[in-house]
């Protein structure tokens, strides 16, 4: 302890990365020198790139220029599957055959929203709750209306999320399709997965988990919860990069009977023999319509083998430590900002948010100082460190910028 406040802080921060065991990880980001960028705070919107991903994108480019059409037959056809199932292994706790990466997480979820909604034909009720991602309400307010099928509200606060007793209790014998997201885009908060996923089954109901705040930084376990779909994008934690393409996952149970509405070429069994009518690929090669984005999908290889080195349980411990920090930081340095989140780290995924009447008029500044949260309306600062490539120290800067600010 020093007698400057300042000081104690950047020397906390120091030990806390000194101790980190990650402590190797950032310096396996790209951080451009010229880069004016001083705390990366949003690392659940878009990821930072890995190096290993430069060379893995230009390694791509030259098979491309080297192998050019040959390159389908010789790898990309299957790459869908193969990058799938190694998510499945990594971070989501499915076993292969059920994991495909496809198009955008909104398209996903349509198409399993659909595929899934006509295993239930005798349902007319979707399950959804208030405060999910836009792309989620939106997707299924449009299959209700296409379907003539009811939506079912769960009210939650924003700060918190859907409880499993509230689930429970919106699940009815007309329920056909449960929609939540794992982690709330905006709270943060943790849904119990599990047990809500045993709510729906014990109703008759199926369940699809939109993964995009968690995978990569929250431990998934899809095959014990028995998850019947799940979607997700990897462009956050999983940094695939700006637009890189969704995963789709569809439990091993499902697959047989499932038809999502979206009849492609490369989604039918024998795709290069070009016959008449759609006749659906075996397994999870169904999910896929038409020809994937390959260069999309090279980048989160390179992020899956970072996450496979250190495991998930290190990188959740890390993000729960990282969240605390943030939540201890703005205790001392923003006493006037509302922490609206989850503060039990069991229940919160790897982001925070303050809420505070002035974050939508201080943002500018804090770009301009290159610190770079994300904002979320009505005036909510979301701060979502990255634990592979996030320093404490990092967030110690970007809360200290931001008090300054305000
Ligand atoms: C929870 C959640 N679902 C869906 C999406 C949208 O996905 P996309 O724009 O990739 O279709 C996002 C994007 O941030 C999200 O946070």
Same mark, same amino acid.
């Given at each position: 302890?020093?007698?400057?406040?300042?000081?104690? @802080?950047?020397?906390? !921060? /120091?030990?806390?990365? %000194?101790?980190? &065991?990650? #402590?190797?990880?950032?310096? =396996?980001?790209?951080?451009?020198?010229?880069?004016?960028?001083?705390?990366?705070?949003?690392?659940?919107?878009?990821?930072?790139?890995?190096?290993?991903?430069?060379?893995?994108?230009?390694?791509?480019?030259?098979?491309?220029?080297?192998?050019?059409?040959?390159?389908?037959?010789?790898?990309?056809?299957?790459?869908?599957?193969?990058?799938?199932?190694?998510?499945?292994?990594?971070?989501?706790?499915?076993?292969?055959?059920?994991?495909?990466?496809?198009?955008?997480?909104?398209?996903? @979820?349509?198409?399993? !929203? /659909?595929?899934?909604? %006509?295993?239930? &034909?005798? #349902?007319?009720?979707?399950? =959804?709750?208030?405060?999910?991602?836009?792309t989620d309400r939106y997707?299924?307010?449009?299959?209700?209306?296409?379907?003539?099928?009811?939506?079912?509200?769960?009210t939650v606060d924003p700060?918190?999320?859907?409880?499993?007793?509230?689930?429970?209790?919106?699940?009815?014998?007309?329920?056909?399709?449960?929609?939540?997201?794992?982690?709330?885009?905006?709270?943060?908060?943790?849904?119990?997965?599990?047990?809500?996923?045993?709510?729906?089954?014990?109703?008759?109901?199926?369940?699809?988990?939109?993964?995009?705040?968690?995978?990569?930084?929250?431990?998934?376990?899809?095959?014990?919860?028995?998850?019947?779909?799940?979607?997700?994008?990897?462009?956050?934690?999983?940094?695939?990069?700006?637009?890189?393409?969704?995963?789709?996952?569809?439990?091993?149970?499902?697959?047989?009977?499932?038809?999502?509405?979206?009849?492609?070429?490369?989604?039918?069994?024998?795709?290069?023999?070009?016959?008449?009518?759609?006749?659906?690929?075996?397994?999870?090669?169904?999910?896929?319509?038409?020809?994937?984005?390959?260069?999309?999908?090279?980048?989160?290889?390179?992020?899956?083998?970072?996450?496979?080195?250190?495991?998930?349980?290190?990188?959740?411990?890390?993000?729960?430590?990282?969240?605390?920090?943030?939540?201890?930081?703005?205790?001392?340095?923003?006493?006037?900002?509302?922490?609206?989140?989850?503060?039990?780290?069991?229940?919160?995924?790897?982001?925070?948010?303050?809420?505070?009447?002035?974050?939508?008029?201080?943002?500018?500044?804090?770009?301009?100082?290159?610190?770079?949260?994300?904002?979320?309306?009505?005036?909510?600062?979301?701060?979502?460190?990255?634990?592979?490539?996030?320093?404490?120290?990092?967030?110690?800067?970007?809360?200290?910028?931001?008090?300054?600010?305000?």
């Amino acid at each position: 302890m020093t007698t400057d406040p300042a000081a104690d @802080l950047a020397a906390d !921060a /120091r030990a806390r990365d %000194a101790a980190d &065991p990650l #402590r190797d990880y950032p310096a =396996l980001f790209h951080r451009v020198d010229a880069s004016d960028v001083v705390s990366y705070l949003d690392g659940n919107s878009l990821g930072r790139p890995t190096i290993a991903a430069t060379e893995a994108i230009s390694a791509a480019v030259a098979q491309w220029s080297g192998r050019l059409i040959r390159g389908w037959d010789e790898e990309w056809f299957d790459l869908p599957i193969t990058i799938g199932d190694r998510l499945g292994r990594v971070v989501l706790g499915a076993a292969p055959g059920q994991t495909a990466i496809g198009d955008s997480t909104t398209v996903l @979820l349509y198409k399993l !929203a /659909r595929g899934a909604l %006509a295993m239930r &034909p005798d #349902r007319t009720e979707i399950v =959804l709750d208030t405060d999910n991602f836009p792309t989620d309400r939106y997707v299924l307010e449009g299959i209700a209306a296409e379907l003539g099928l009811d939506l079912r509200w769960i009210t939650v606060d924003p700060a918190s999320g859907v409880e499993a007793g509230a689930a429970r209790e919106s699940i009815t014998e007309r329920t056909a399709l449960v929609v939540l997201s794992h982690v709330a885009y905006r709270s943060g908060f943790l849904a119990d997965a599990e047990e809500i996923t045993r709510a729906a089954h014990d109703a008759g109901a199926l369940v699809l988990w939109d993964l995009c705040h968690s995978v990569g930084s929250v431990p998934i376990e899809l095959d014990r919860w028995q998850a019947d779909f799940a979607v997700g994008c990897t462009y956050k934690y999983l940094c695939g990069g700006p637009g890189s393409p969704a995963f789709g996952y569809v439990r091993a149970a499902h697959l047989d009977g499932f038809t999502q509405p979206i009849w492609g070429w490369m989604g039918r069994r024998d795709p290069f023999e070009m016959e008449a009518g759609y006749i659906p690929a075996d397994g999870i090669r169904r999910m896929i319509s038409g020809t994937p984005s390959v260069l999309g999908m090279i980048a989160m290889r390179s992020t899956l083998d970072l996450i496979d080195r250190a495991g998930i349980a290190v990188v959740r411990d890390k993000s729960a430590r990282l969240t605390d920090y943030v939540i201890e930081l703005a205790r001392l340095l923003l006493p006037e900002a509302r922490i609206a989140s989850p503060l039990d780290p069991a229940r919160r995924g790897g982001h925070v948010t303050l809420d505070h009447p002035r974050f939508r008029e201080v943002l500018p500044r804090l770009w301009d100082r290159g610190v770079i949260p994300d904002f979320r309306a009505p005036q909510g600062l979301r701060l979502g460190p990255s634990p592979l490539s996030t320093t404490y120290a990092e967030v110690l800067t970007g809360i200290e910028v931001i008090a300054d600010q305000l």
